[in-house]
């Protein structure tokens, strides 16, 4: 005599019970990886470097004097397209010494994001506008960072917008 069982038949249960297991066992690890990844907001880090004002300092303060070289050079100039070269020259010249600034200054910031990442054991970091949800956010301790890096507090002003 067989007995019918109302509900689930015992081969469905051990499925159901294999699926689960899958589904925990793959679940489990992207839980897990999703604790290892961190974010920062980079435009603030960025602009919140240390340097940061004393760099953008000594770039207005060359670009002043490509701007008065150039002037004084384009006075001497006769033709349209003499002009147009000594502006294209210049505006090339900005941008080299502009991307000095900018290089030398995330360089920075990149090896101290690596450094706070490996400290919190993160083993990817992304820009913030890149996180949809989950992950670690890094800006304040690579903030900390930045400035103990260079002997100093973190000032008020940035402290009180972390």
């Known amino acids: 005599m067989t007995v019918k069982y109302k509900g689930v038949s015992s081969l469905k249960k051990r499925i159901l019970g294999i699926v689960l297991v899958l589904m925990v066992g793959l679940l489990v690890p992207t839980v897990a990886f999703a604790n290892n990844i961190g974010y920062v907001d980079f435009e603030f880090l960025f602009y919140a470097h ?17 701007y008065l070289e150039a002037q004084g050079k384009a006075e001497e100039l006769q033709t349209q397209e003499e002009i147009d070269e000594l502006s294209a020259h210049y505006e090339w010249r900005f941008e080299q010494i502009e991307q000095e600034v900018r290089v030398e200054l ?3 910031i990149l090896n101290i994001i690596e450094e706070v990442a490996k400290a919190n054991s993160i083993s ?9 949800y989950g992950g670690v956010n890094l800006t304040s301790p690579v903030v900390e960072a930045m400035y103990k890096a260079y002997g100093i507090s ?3 002003a940035i402290r009180e917008v972390l």
Request: glycine share 0%; proline share 9%; net charge negative.
């Open 50 to 66: 240390p340097e940061y004002d004393v760099k953008n300092k000594e770039l207005q303060d060359k670009v002043e004097q490509l």
């Open 124 to 132: 990817a970091v992304l820009p913030e506008s890149s996180i949809i």
């Open 106 to 108: 995330v360089s920075f």
């Open 154 to 156: 973190v000032p008020s």
